[in-house]
């Protein structure tokens, strides 16, 4: 057995993750000294008001989070999110040769670069597993077991929230407004649901996933953002006409142009059959699959949100940095040698479905595939079908470009023939 | 960047997975270079028959393993297969202070405690993710990613090809030795494929996951084995009936008895329910499932055997191996702190199945249902169905001892009223 100095654990941050954090750290104390070769000791926990936190023990509560940091503790826990103060708390303990275990997507999709750069100044770790898709390992497989092969794809359901919605809206066939009310009030939507619903959270894992899958640095910026406000009960009702639903994605893609590599990163809804493996996560879940050259297909799935799910992978990583402290070593530091450019959205070929309501009279099909073929819109499939006094027409088509199908459902609105768009959705997860 | 001395590499083995190996570790020199921080050099391989290997590099081809293993070589990687010379070989390797990657699970279910005994002695690496579920990342997830949880459960399809062979006889309807002999024709199943059908290639890698999951050495001789030999069409049609199908499954299960913990581990045939999302993993493919008491439930999904998925792990492996070598530092030891004791199978509480054809008149069920009363076998579920000139009755129970319901079994084959007992098998994934 290895050294038995305790390892000191400064913990930022007691909300719904801290507080399971605490609690795992004290319920497996025996088992974590084992599979450590150490004790992992809580040195302190910081918080903002320490009276709000009766089910840790009082006396490591302070709300001086610099003076905890600043102390002489070798590893910081990080729950707090957003930016600042973890920002600044995270680099002066990395600067001081500190380990780093955090959860924060938002962060690390932002400063990764610069958090990457003072770990490796000072020989320290920087771990963040719990920022994406919660308890399911998904970062470790991605820069550890698949680092001998090329991931082309990775896709998945990240955030809970949007999926919740998007799976009551599919299966009540509820509005949009009325499936993100449901969602509130029962507590899987927050009061201010932005950063879940117009897809920033979705966003920022994204960002995460796909510097790591392609050893490049993307930032949340980097990536192409749509969310759910505009997904209709039409758009859904049409999905499950097709034998599809409508699932927030994010998509991290290689793209091989010539001799060019470069990679689309984005979050948008996207209609999926209903055979496909994602289709079937319903509420919080997240699920991810990834695709690489030599190992396949893969897919993980599990819960993407919650406070011991979290709080989960946030041990996992703990245990890893104190190994390292006991064992000597470090763990893998931030690989972005590729540089591979982030191809802009405009310029990413998917494909798309398009419900109309046209006149049911000949001849419709033709104008519509007329307008198509102008704008060099390959069409895929087409299903036309009468009612009592009008028709709908359904498009699916091979991938184009934003720019082209966009031009290409403005000039369909304006045919005569066509009663009304009802429905533009991408489409992802069939064969092409 | 750290030292740019080449990692020298080994390869022991050059079958389908090798062959891979060095395909890759050619196709990707400059990306793994990038990310392990140095060159990975293959320095030799070692094959029986150096001129049936005309797709790699003559000049690397030896017969002399031994030799190959004691030259001036970092890493060894082992894909021959099977306990000798494999064994020695690597322990020659790891007692030099060389690290390993193997894809062998027979020798990990057997001989892990000696392997990692010799690692731990050295202070080098071994590694051996390909060993189960080939390209999907699992060991690392367990060993790693869940260090800080406690795992209650593992349970998987680890064999494709007792898969293949039951998915078949599920959608075709055909018998067990039918179903083989297509699998054979295919190529899905060796010329003598006693491993595969008789559960010993599941049995190791439930071996290895469990003694990962649950920090205990169990080996191959502690897992409770059933093929898929006795599996018949009518145990196909009678889960059928019921909206379940039969799979092959690894269960690795953590038992608690008073204060007294233990573990299950086995492989058997089983009833899932369709809808859980193991009877939808049809063919060569792998997935398992595992629980955790903070994580919740998780699953990973992918290709389970194979050339390039199963060299995709040995790369992965390697990745951390030579980084390891690079930066300082080991991988995670074997952690059998916990040595939990082996719970024997007569002991194992699991719920059954058992469909009988029995005389259609009244006080069937009452008769039959004495028996269960009798066994303390306490009955779940009972459906009777009349036909024309018998009847069918199943009963699936609630968990009980193989011993108990052996006796009950034997006991309801002999009722007057019993015309045969058509079908006994476990039911698995289901609610208790």
């Known amino acids: 057995m290895p050294s038995q100095k305790p390892i000191k654990v400064a913990l930022l941050g007691c909300g719904t993750v801290g507080t399971e954090v605490v609690r795992l750290l004290v319920d497996q104390a025996d088992d974590l000294t084992a599979r450590v070769g150490a004790p992992v000791e809580l040195a302190g926990i910081a918080v903002r008001k320490p009276n709000k936190h009766r089910e840790v023990p009082a006396d490591l509560l302070t709300t001086d989070a610099a003076a905890l940091v600043a102390s002489d503790v070798d590893v910081v826990v990080e729950v707090i999110g957003g930016i600042e103060p973890a920002r600044t708390l995270l680099l002066d303990a990395l600067r001081a040769g500190k380990s780093v275990v955090t959860a924060n ?64 809206m599919d299966s009540t066939g509820a509005g949009y407004a009325e499936a993100l009310e449901e969602a509130t009030r029962l507590g899987y939507a927050e009061a201010d649901p932005t950063a879940d619903v117009d897809g920033f959270d979705a966003a920022s ?38 034998g599809r639903t409508v699932k927030l994605l994010a998509i991290c893609e290689r793209v091989t142009e010539g001799d060019q590599e470069s990679v689309s990163v984005r979050v948008h809804p996207a209609m999926i059959p209903r055979s ?17 050259d030599a190992a396949g297909e893969m897919m993980f799935y599990g819960q993407g949100a919650g406070g011991a799910p979290t709080a989960s992978a946030v041990l996992g990583d703990l245990v890893a940095v104190a190994r390292n402290l006991v064992q000597g070593g470090r763990g893998p530091r931030e690989s972005a040698y590729a540089a591979l450019p982030v191809r802009p959205m405009g310029q990413t070929p998917t494909r798309y479905h398009i419900s109309l309501d046209v006149a049911d ?72």
Do not use: C, W
């Not at 894992?205 to 790591?212: H, M, P, T, V, Y």
């Not at 496909?276 to 690489?292: D, K, Y």
């Not at 390959?378 to 036309?384: F, T």
């Open 361 to 432: 009279r000949a001849g419709v099909l033709s104008q519509v595939a007329a307008v198509f073929a102008e704008h060099d819109v390959s069409i895929a499939a087409v299903r036309q079908e009468g009612r009592v006094d009008d028709a709908s027409l359904v498009v699916v088509t091979h991938a184009a470009t934003d720019a082209a199908l966009r031009s290409t459902v403005d000039k369909i609105g304006g045919l005569p023939v066509v009663r009304e768009v009802v429905s533009v959705m991408r489409v992802e997860g069939e064969e092409t």
């Open 276 to 292: 496909h493996p994602l289709a079937g996560v319903s509420g919080a879940f997240n699920a991810v699959f990834v695709e690489a």
């Open 105 to 168: 997507k938002a962060l690390l999709a932002e400063h990764s670069g610069e958090l990457s750069a003072a770990a490796d100044a000072s020989g320290a770790d920087l771990y963040f597993e719990a920022s994406v898709a919660g308890a399911i390992p998904l970062l470790r497989p991605l820069r550890e077991s698949l680092a001998g092969d090329r991931i082309t794809r990775v896709m998945g359901i990240v955030n809970g929230t949007t999926n919740f919605i998007l799976s009551g």
């Open 205 to 242: 894992k994204a960002a995460i996933l796909a510097s790591l899958a392609f050893h490049s640095r993307v930032t949340a910026a980097d990536v192409h953002r749509e969310g759910i406000a505009s997904v209709s009960a039409a758009d859904i009702a049409a999905a499950r006409a097709l």
